[in-house]
């Protein structure tokens, strides 16, 4: 299904809906590289990517944002509450995120609802933002359809939460297709940057899904990953994700890998025993 919203409404944008919003699945497209915006929330990531396009003259239907676009009355307060702005008791956001994208609307097609479910845009994609990987299922589905769709030599993906504990897949699926991606940079919070260097092939798509792995496997690529980043903080913040593995099962839900965790105690952050635990075979 696709309806044109008017400017009166923040957007004139077509929305993708996928079978479970009511609507026929449908994706543009696309004959040039475009962006895939996978965790879009409130639209943070969204203005960023569409700030580039714009400071760099580009035009056109090249940036597909996925999420939900809902937001709970404690995470709308969390997020939004210094707004002043109410909170939509729906929990619906598009309107609030079609009001702070409205001048982009032209670059950017958004899909909201399940990313399982949804679209995946054809042609070839230039860069992957992913935030949206709360789970092993759906980090196992953006390699499969997102990740071999990227350009050797060209694509970056953008790993938002790579340096956080609770979704450690994304630590290791990195570290497990390191001779396809390499570490190029990093955000002070959370993030990494990688560059996809080489074509996937089917075997290291299945070595990489999550389902795949055994405690001791996220323990041993946790830790061989810590190797790349020098700084005392990313090796904190993959010490904590070490600690996230030990106390939970690596294939729950992020947020429930978050919650074990601090539930278990976080560790002191002692340098010699950090160090000790990451080099330890």
């Not at 929330?41 to 944002?65: M, R």
């Not at 709308?76 to 619906?92: H, I, K």
């Amino acid at each position: 299904m696709e309806r044109s919203l008017g400017r009166a409404a923040g957007c004139r944008k077509r929305i993708s809906f996928h079978a479970d919003a009511g609507g026929e699945t449908h994706a543009p497209l696309a004959d040039i590289p475009i962006i895939c915006d996978l965790g879009a929330f409130l639209g943070g990531s969204t203005v960023s990517l569409a700030d580039g396009l714009v400071a760099a003259g580009h035009q056109g239907d090249l940036i597909h944002s996925y999420d939900f676009f809902r937001a709970t009355r404690r995470v709308w307060e969390e997020y939004m509450g210094e707004s002043g702005r109410p909170w939509p008791e729906t929990g619906d956001m598009m309107s609030v995120v079609f009001e702070m994208l409205q001048d982009y609307d032209q670059l950017i097609t958004f899909y909201p609802g399940d990313v399982m479910k949804s679209p995946v845009p054809d042609g070839p994609i230039e860069i992957c933002f992913v935030d949206i990987s709360k789970t092993a299922e759906i980090n196992d589905h953006i390699i499969a359809n997102y990740f071999t769709k990227l350009i050797p030599g060209k694509s970056i993906v953008i790993q938002q939460d790579y340096f956080h504990f609770s979704p450690l897949w994304d630590i290791v699926t990195m570290e497990v297709l390191k001779d396809y991606f390499t570490p190029i940079g990093y955000t002070e919070e959370f993030s990494a940057l990688f560059l996809y260097t080489r074509e996937l092939d089917a075997e290291a798509i299945e070595r990489a899904h999550s389902r795949n792995f055994t405690r001791d496997q996220f323990v041993s690529n946790i830790k061989t990953a810590s190797r790349h980043w020098p700084y005392a903080k990313q090796k904190a913040d993959l010490y904590l994700a070490l600690q996230a593995a030990d106390v939970t099962n690596v294939t729950d839900k992020a947020w429930e890998i978050a919650k074990k965790t601090m539930n278990a105690g976080l560790p002191d952050l002692d340098p010699a025993a950090m160090y000790a635990a990451l080099d330890a075979e």
